[in-house]
């Protein structure tokens, strides 16, 4: 197994975890594992995804410049939530308000979706690499 064939299970795994918590009720306990598994998920999304733009031949040093490059190559859509899901990721890593987790937690979906998309790209390409 390569390191992006290793990388494309754990991020879909970690996917599942993510879903499975968005469809629970929501409580401080849901929400806050909710927010821990979207960081997760978020690492896992451009590591592997560095792992698969790596071996088209194409570098990538940051989740903005991976997904950028992941547009370019046609895997992803390339709209603001890309970049707004690496700003939101940075503010969760860093800091923790209470109304800010209230409302990251709303735009959970909304990522899930996106990390599936994603997911479904880079799995659909995956027997090529």
């Known amino acids: 197994m390569t390191k992006y064939q290793a990388l494309l299970q754990e991020y879909g795994e970690a996917l599942e975890?993510?879903?499975?918590?968005?469809?629970?009720?929501k409580t401080e306990f849901i929400r806050d594992s909710a927010i821990k598994r979207f960081e997760i998920v978020f690492d896992l999304a451009w590591k592997t995804l560095?792992?698969?733009l790596e071996t088209q031949g194409i570098p990538c040093v940051s989740p903005k410049t991976c997904f950028?490059?992941?547009h370019r190559a046609g895997l992803i859509e390339?709209?603001?939530i890309w970049m707004k899901l690496v700003d939101e990721r940075n503010?969760?890593?860093?800091?923790?308000?209470?109304a800010f987790a209230e409302n990251i937690y709303q735009k959970l979906p909304q990522a899930l979706a996106a990390f599936q998309k994603l997911r479904a790209a880079l799995a659909?390409?995956?027997h090529n690499v």
């Not at 499975?20 to 009720?25: F, R, T, W």
């Open 17 to 25: 975890r993510f879903q499975e918590v968005l469809q629970q009720e």
């Open 124 to 126: 659909k390409d995956a």
């Open 68 to 70: 950028r490059e992941a």
């Open 78 to 80: 390339y709209d603001e």
């Open 50 to 52: 560095k792992a698969f």
């Open 91 to 98: 503010y969760t890593a860093h800091t923790y308000k209470e």
